[in-house]
C-alpha cells in the first residue's frame, strides 16, 4: 500500500519560514520524480515544485522560484521543501505527489501516480 505522509505545515506571519516533509512507502522512492502542489479554497490545484528522481534537476513554478527549494534524501523516502519569504499568498493546502519514472511534464497534475492527504499552511499578514 502506497503512502505519502506530509508535515510540516502550519501558521506563519508574512516573511517567515517553513520546512515541509513528504515521507513515502509502499513504493521504490529513487524510481519516482516527486512533486509539491498546493490548492487554495476555491481555486485549483497547482504546481509549486518537482525533483527528478536522483535530485539533480529541480523545477520551479514562477511564483516560488527563489523562494523554495525542493530537496530529496533516497535513502530516507523523503522530499522537503524548504519556504523561505513566505507571502499570504502562499495559503493553501500543499501535496506531495509521486511521477514514476517520469523526467518531464512535471509541472502537470496528469504527471502524477499517488498523492499525499496535503497539509496547511496559512500565512498571515
Same mark, same amino acid.
Given at each position: !500500500?502506497? !503512502?505519502?505522509? $506530509? #508535515?510540516?505545515?502550519?501558521? /506563519? ?11 513515502? #512507502? ?6 519516482? %520524480? ?5 490548492? %487554495? =479554497? *476555491? ?11 536522483? *535530485? ?6 514562477? =511564483?516560488?522560484?527563489?523562494?523554495? &527549494? ?14 523561505? #519569504?513566505?507571502? =499570504? $499568498? ?8 509521486? %511521477? ?17 492527504? *496535503? &497539509?496547511?499552511?496559512? /500565512?498571515?499578514?
Amino acid at each position: !500500500q502506497v !503512502q505519502l505522509v $506530509e #508535515s510540516g505545515g502550519g501558521l /506563519v506571519q508574512d516573511g517567515g519560514s517553513l520546512r515541509l516533509s513528504c515521507t513515502a #512507502s509502499g513504493i521504490t522512492f529513487s524510481r519516482y %520524480a516527486m512533486g509539491w502542489f498546493r490548492q %487554495a =479554497p *476555491g481555486k485549483e490545484r497547482d504546481f509549486v515544485a518537482a525533483i527528478n528522481w536522483s *535530485g539533480i534537476s529541480t523545477y520551479y513554478a514562477d =511564483p516560488v522560484k527563489g523562494r523554495f &527549494t525542493i530537496s530529496r534524501d533516497n535513502a530516507k523516502n523523503t522530499v522537503w521543501l524548504q519556504m523561505n #519569504s513566505l507571502e =499570504p $499568498e502562499d495559503t493553501a493546502v500543499y501535496y506531495c505527489a509521486t %511521477a514514476y519514472r517520469r523526467n518531464s511534464g512535471l509541472e502537470l497534475r496528469g504527471s502524477y501516480d499517488y498523492w499525499g492527504q *496535503g &497539509t496547511q499552511v496559512t /500565512v498571515s499578514s
